[in-house]
């Protein structure tokens, strides 16, 4: 009797030594992502905007091995729908991950993923699959915040925060005023596909000479817009291109067309363009 109660706390031994094992490797492989996300979060503040897709894709993979394993690990071992929740699972923090093809992620988009994974839990038996649950919003709770750091994604509470402490004047100085002149937006369209010389933009634009230049060195000293080599090619920065896609992102979300209610021109002088010196 002694001895089969021996063997049966050495059993029991055995097995809390085997989830500790398998907890330790999962938390190993995990450090090892982050690693890989913190490198590749640095790389990606460093280089140019055309490889965001790449740094993109670089953290989706990451993010959706880190996914496999915690499930892997995490979820009820014995259960027969374990296959099929597994699966229902990946389907919804995978479409969360293809989020990051796009400029900006909003509280609604997440709202939708967040009622699916309701509507999952709905039809879960009760007791039973809470700890599956907790890994799988454990999951989601970390995407949301891989979409905050990326800068794609900000609650309502925190955009009215940031916009409690915007600077006024340097928005107007750096942003505003640069983009306000009908000119100067020609100018970045312009360069929102490739480099130009002076004289390519001379002849796309219709700009000559001092305008022209007037104009260039307001995009340059706001940094919209660089110089390569001093006399090369004008292209946009970064801040220029991402500027450029927010404005166009506003006009398309407020503008209202022609016949629904609004006027085919402007009253007040919509078609005015102002001179250089604006």
Do not use: W
Request: glycine share 8%; hydrophobic share 35%.
């Amino acid at each position: 009797m002694v001895i089969i109660i021996h063997r049966c706390e050495m059993t029991v031994k055995d097995d809390v030594v085997g989830k500790e094992i398998v907890q330790l490797k999962q938390k190993v492989d995990e450090m090892g992502l982050e690693l890989r996300y913190i490198t590749a979060l640095l790389q990606g503040s460093q280089a140019p905007d055309t490889r965001r897709p790449e740094l993109f894709d670089l953290l989706r993979d990451e993010a959706r091995q880190k996914a496999e394993s915690r499930l892997d690990a995490g979820m009820a071992k014995r259960c027969e729908m374990r296959p099929e929740c597994r699966q229902r699972f990946m389907e919804l923090l995978d479409e969360n991950l293809g989020l990051l093809d796009r400029t900006r992620v909003t509280e609604e988009d997440l709202d939708r993923q967040t009622e699916k994974l309701e509507a999952l839990r709905s039809k879960a038996a009760a007791g039973r699959c809470d700890g599956c649950f907790r890994e799988v919003g454990s999951l989601f709770q970390d995407q949301t915040e891989l979409m905050r750091q990326l800068r794609l994604y900000r609650s309502k509470e925190e955009i009215r925060d940031s916009i409690d402490t915007m600077p006024e004047d340097l928005i107007v100085r750096d942003i505003l005023e640069p983009l306000s002149n009908p000119q100067r937006m020609l100018i970045m369209k312009s360069l929102s596909r490739s480099q130009r010389s002076f004289t390519e933009l001379s002849s796309l634009t219709g700009l000559r000479g001092g305008n022209l230049l007037f104009h260039l060195q307001r995009l340059t000293g706001t940094g919209m817009v660089f110089q390569r080599g001093g006399r090369g090619d004008y292209a946009l920065t970064p801040k220029g291109q991402r500027s450029l896609e927010y404005v166009n992102d506003l006009y398309m979300s407020t503008s209202i067309p022609v016949g629904d209610g609004a006027p085919p021109g402007n009253a007040e002088g919509r078609d005015h363009v102002p001179s250089s010196s604006e």
